[in-house]
Nanobody, 122 residues
Framework: QVPLVESGGGLVQAGGSLRLSCVAS????????MGWFRQAPGKEREFVAA???????YAADSVKGRFTISRDNAKNTLYLQMNSLKPEDTAVYYC????????????????WGQGTQVTVSS
């Protein structure tokens, strides 16, 4: 088990920034691929960004250049820095952990946080 707890969501105006954090419990955090996913009302959950156990990153086209994923293995913490936010970024954001080195596929992620709401007003 890898309990995950997200924080940092909130209400922000378009063009603003937020930083999401996800703290993981357990001693195997550094060996897991970590990812951020989001689900907007009435839509399916979608991939946002992922980072491998050694720091390789990938972001969805919709957020590339605006969002940055990072991790601090010493603190068992995953981050998502979100800049230039748009109303279409409004969603519940979930962090997730996969017991492999890297993945962008939801089905590879075994552990999920409870989600944090991000709302971007126009």
């Amino acid at each position: 088990q890898v309990p995950l707890v997200e924080s940092g969501g909130g209400l922000v105006q378009a063009g603003g920034s937020l930083r999401l954090s996800c703290v993981a419990s357990g001693r195997t955090f550094s060996s897991y691929a970590m990812g951020w996913f989001r689900q907007a009302p009435g839509k399916e959950r979608e991939f946002v960004a992922a980072i491998s156990s050694i720091g390789r990153t990938y972001a969805a086209d919709s957020v590339k250049g605006r969002f940055t994923i990072s991790r601090d293995n010493a603190k068992n913490t995953l981050y998502l820095q979100m800049n230039s936010l748009k109303p279409e970024d409004t969603a519940v954001y979930y962090c997730a952990a996969a017991p492999i080195s890297y993945s962008e596929r939801q089905r590879d992620y075994d552990y999920w946080g409870q989600g944090t709401q991000v709302t971007v007003s126009s």
